[in-house]
């Protein structure tokens, strides 16, 4: 293995990271379109607050707590501090780019699995309370699951295989994100009026940002510039697309409609069930992965509605679900015939790497279910996490940030 | 350095929790304003 930087790879990942930062003010337009005009400008703002408060967590501490040096396959340790020592050579995770770049790479992720949660709680949650929530998550969830998943902690150890993000990212922040649904509880008027999306071409616009940043997301995660990048470009566009047919395909038979809405969400869905698989499977499974997604998650969503559970923007359907749905069907069709560093999977004759991406599916669920339940409920008796009913219908825009979206 | 580092951070985490949390708010739009003006 070479030990000196590559500049292609370093290219490649810098600008990955580049594609992964864009990400999530992606998120914040997607999001943003299906809220109320009275709350847009809040719910962007979590995206964007987001960004800038992870960004300065990450270095000081975020980072040395999932990649450090492995304490006992839990949490990283503190040796990279403030990023002391993390500097322009090749770390222990990658060697062909600087650490650094690793690092910042790995930083976006950090950025966007929080953001992905304000979802569930858009329309409705204190804005103090929401800052509180993110730094204690990302610090108590986020970077100990990135540890026992990327960082040398005990799921990887145990062989499970996430090549960019499905356990991580897209289940931690689904679980967490349907927690948050049930303990803030439902918005005033759910269920008597409709709380309709304001803006359809902003949340298509922001889907399709969301796939363009996830070429960096999945592509940037082989970390060089090769043919597994390659593969994972190709897999991410078509299991996006495929999953994207299918879920207006379903709601199309099911409610009479091809919806817009429903394209644009079952691409990100799409997206989201390809992420773990990415680095190991090729496209007949993406394919087939694509497929799962627009079915399981939609059929989700239909099921928390009928649930009433007050799931704003479908959080846990999309990333809970299909985060899910992606790191089991990786133990299903992973083959080392894309990548021989990785392991195979069920159709390849190793029905245990099934089992193991269940264990891993099954302690992030767990871990994120809990921690997300005693953090949300410790806020809410110091700082409470719900505006009052007043501030509520008045809109967050006006009530939390003093600022109206539209002076028309 | 480091330490200086923490410490603003620190700074800005302190003044979110002690910052007001609601507003008991008018909002100032454009056709307030105009009204306002007429």
Redesign the interface.
């Known amino acids: 293995m070479p030990t000196t930087i590559s500049a292609g790879d370093t290219a490649w990942l810098l600008m990955s990271a580049a594609l992964v930062m864009l990400m999530t003010p992606a998120l914040g337009f997607f999001y943003g379109g299906l809220v109320r005009r009275k709350n847009v400008l809040a719910t962007i703002m979590h995206s964007f607050f987001i960004l800038c408060l992870i960004s300065v967590q990450w270095v000081l501490w975020g980072y040395t707590l999932a990649f450090g040096p492995d304490k006992g396959g839990i949490i990283g340790g503190l040796d990279w501090l403030a990023l002391r020592g993390v500097g322009q050579e090749p770390g222990p995770y990658a060697a062909t780019v600087p650490h650094q770049a690793f690092m910042v790479f790995q930083m976006m992720f950090a950025v966007i699995t929080p953001a992905l949660i304000t979802g569930a709680f858009a329309e409705r949650k204190r804005f103090k309370a929401f800052v509180i929530f993110t730094l204690l998550w990302a610090t108590f969830v986020y970077d100990p699951i990135a540890h026992w998943v990327w960082g040398g902690g005990w799921l990887g150890q145990l062989g499970a295989l996430d090549f960019a993000g499905g356990t991580v990212v897209h289940i931690t922040s689904g679980v967490s994100a349907l927690v948050a649904a049930l303990v803030l509880g439902r918005r005033v008027g759910y269920g008597r009026e409709a709380l309709e999306p304001h803006d359809a071409t902003m949340t298509v616009l922001g889907a399709s940002l969301l796939w363009f940043g996830w070429f960096g997301f999945n592509a940037g995660s082989a970390i060089t510039a090769g043919g597994l990048a390659a593969n994972a470009f190709v897999v991410t566009n078509t299991a996006a697309a495929m999953a994207a047919l299918t879920w207006m395909t379903v709601s199309w038979l099911h409610k009479g409609a091809p919806s817009v809405l429903g394209a644009a969400a079952g691409a990100v869905a799409g997206l989201v069930a390809i992420t773990p698989a990415s680095g190991y499977v090729d496209v007949s499974a993406s394919i087939l992965i694509g497929l799962g997604a627009g079915i399981f998650c939609y059929t989700a969503i239909q099921l928390t509605k009928r649930l009433r559970v007050d799931d704003a923007l479908d959080v846990f359907g999309v990333h809970g679900v299909g985060g899910a749905w992606g790191a089991l069907a990786t133990g299903i069709f992973a083959t080392v015939a894309i990548n021989s560093g990785a392991k195979d999977g069920l159709l390849a004759g190793n029905p245990g790497q099934l089992g193991i991406q269940a264990i891993a599916v099954g302690a992030s669920i767990v871990y994120s279910a809990v921690m997300t339940f005693v953090i949300l409920k410790l806020i809410d008796v110091f700082v409470g996490l719900r505006v009052p009913e007043s501030e509520e219908v008045l809109g967050l825009d006006a009530s939390q940030h003093r600022e109206a979206a539209y002076q028309i | 350095m480091?330490i200086l580092?923490?410490a603003s951070?620190a700074v800005l985490?302190v003044a979110?929790?002690v910052?007001p949390?609601?507003?008991d708010?008018i909002?100032v739009?454009?056709?307030s304003e105009d009204r306002k003006a007429a």
């Open positions: 480091e580092a923490f951070f985490v979110w929790l910052a949390s609601r507003g708010v909002v739009t454009r056709k």
